[in-house]
């Protein structure tokens, strides 16, 4: 077998045909149902109390900040009201001492801290202005007109029960301050912004796809609201726009104190990435089986481990060491000039990349996809510079092409898994207007020809088909944690002054 068959027998096992797209979509709207009536269930739609989604013509100035992993951001953002905006930013990193520090407070305490500076640099005159009001009247409080309202981008896993409230569940990413655990984050550092005197409202708290839904559904063209924020970026989530009535398990709480139910709509943030954890629908092969079993947490994130930038570098690097390891396959095994032209023979080096545990990034996916030459100089540049090849051969790189073609194709058909499952369920098709959907991430953003495929793959979706595929607008969102907790901010904000 040459090592083009065999390199096409591996990408074969990456096929995901239009049959399994479809078991894939029921599949889908089975669990997105399941999700809203009941807890504990595969996709967790949770209800996000964002009741609204903008169209462009919001107006004013609001405040974000972002706590990640390593930096905190704040930012104010100014909308225009014409679908832009404008944008005022700092990153302050976060000290290593304050992510274990022995009390909550240390750490709110600089956030507020950092928002303080952050107003008295950017936004001196209405801080200035404020301050010398309230000591002139000697009011204990500030205009309503005169605070802020700013959303708090808070990527920990929390519990949420309002717009602006939530406790903390656990900490990740190196922090560890057991006492913030079970506090509602939202009045940690409203409390530490009240100590400070600054006229700022914390207003909600912010899941960055839910941001991202927002920031598209404001800068999109034309005014119909956006659907679908999703990202495609080291993992996957999406965030829509669901009937509340329809989030069953909301509505019989009856208890609407931490929302405002007069839109009848509840952005609902589905989780996604656990979609078919039992493996029902979704393709499988020895290679994704061998990564789940390595991965801190097998058996769950099952969708997002085919489909999302942490892993599919992995899944490819794992199917190019099955076909090294593989006798009968000739990869990276030319011996002599006449086949890989550098008169040299193809080896790797001990301690290459490619044969190391999460080893290989899906950048590089983007790397084989873009490289069409005929003898393919940047794949076999970048097997030797950063995966210790040397001397790899054209063909060996056409190899990688191959399979690494085929494991982003398949990531991006069971996108549309998920986009095509969330278009079907909003019933939008069966109206004329465009339907938006909002999409992030670096995979999406520059892995080429992600959304074409997803596109070639909503095609092939029943009840989607060429023409629906058609009305389905696929855009980039940028700056969900600007701007579209800025929006998030707004909209709760409305809420805060009733
Ligand atoms: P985050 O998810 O943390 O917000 P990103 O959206 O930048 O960050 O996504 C990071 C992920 O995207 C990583 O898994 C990385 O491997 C992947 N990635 C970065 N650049 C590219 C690229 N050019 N092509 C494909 N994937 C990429
Ligand atoms: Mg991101």
């Not at 063209?221 to 495609?232: N, V």
Request: charged share 20%.
């Amino acid at each position: 077998m040459s090592l083009a068959e065999a390199a096409k027998r591996v990408a074969a096992e990456f096929e995901y045909p239009a049959v399994e797209v479809n078991r894939g979509v029921k599949e889908f709207l089975k669990e997105m149902e399941e999700g809203l009536e009941k807890d504990g269930t595969s996709l967790s739609q949770i209800p996000t109390y964002v009741t609204a989604v903008p169209d462009g013509t919001e107006k004013g100035l609001y405040m974000a900040v972002d706590l990640g992993g390593t930096n905190f951001r704040v930012c104010s953002i100014r909308l225009h009201g014409n679908s832009t905006f404008s944008l005022t930013q700092s990153k302050i990193p976060i000290p290593q001492s304050l992510m274990t520090a022995p009390a909550a407070h240390d750490l709110f305490a600089f956030l507020a801290q950092q928002i303080g500076l952050f107003l008295e640099e950017h936004h001196g005159e209405h801080y200035e202005g404020v301050r010398s009001c309230k000591s002139a009247s000697g009011a204990p409080g500030y205009k309503n007109e005169e605070i802020f309202n700013l959303g708090f981008t808070f990527s920990f896993p929390v519990q949420q029960s309002g717009i602006n409230r939530g406790t903390l569940i656990r900490w990740t990413k190196g922090f560890d301050i057991p006492d913030a655990i079970g506090k509602d984050v939202c009045k940690l550092l409203q409390d530490e912004i009240d100590a400070l005197h600054l006229p700022v409202r914390v207003a909600a708290l912010v899941n960055d796809t839910v941001g991202t839904l927002m920031a598209r559904s404001y800068t999109a063209p034309g005014k119909t609201t956006t659907l679908l924020g999703s990202i495609f970026g080291t993992g996957t989530n999406g965030a829509y726009v669901e009937r509340l009535d329809a989030v069953k398990k909301l509505v019989a709480k009856k208890d609407t104190s931490g929302y405002d139910p007069s839109t009848g709509l509840m952005i609902v943030n589905t989780e996604w990435g656990s979609f078919d954890n039992a493996l029902t629908v979704l393709p499988d092969t020895p290679y994704d089986r061998a990564l789940d079993a390595g991965s801190v947490n097998p058996g769950i994130q099952m969708f997002e481990k085919r489909v999302s930038g942490m892993f599919l570098g992995e899944i490819l690097r794992r199917a190019l060491v099955a076909m090294i390891a593989d006798p009968e396959v000739a990869l990276f095994a030319s011996a002599h000039s006449g086949t890989n032209e550098l008169s040299s023979t193809t080896s790797i080096y001990k301690g290459s990349k490619l044969l190391e545990t999460w080893g290989v990034g899906s950048d590089f996916l983007s790397v084989c996809q873009t490289d069409d030459s005929a003898g393919h100089g940047s794949i076999r540049q970048t097997l030797v510079n950063q995966y210790g090849l040397h001397a790899p051969s054209a063909g060996d790189a056409a190899a990688v092409k191959t399979v690494a073609a085929a494991v982003g194709r398949r990531a991006a058909r069971l996108a549309a898994v998920a986009i095509a499952g969330v278009v079907l369920k909003s019933g939008r098709l069966e109206g004329t207007d465009e339907i938006d959907v909002g999409v992030d991430g670096s995979l999406v953003e520059f892995y080429p020809g992600f959304v074409e495929e997803i596109r070639a793959a909503l095609d092939e979706v029943e009840g989607v088909g060429e023409e629906g595929e058609r009305r389905i607008r696929i855009g980039i969102a940028k700056d969900g944690s600007g701007v579209g907790a800025a929006l998030i901010a707004l909209v709760a904000g409305r809420l805060g002054e009733s």
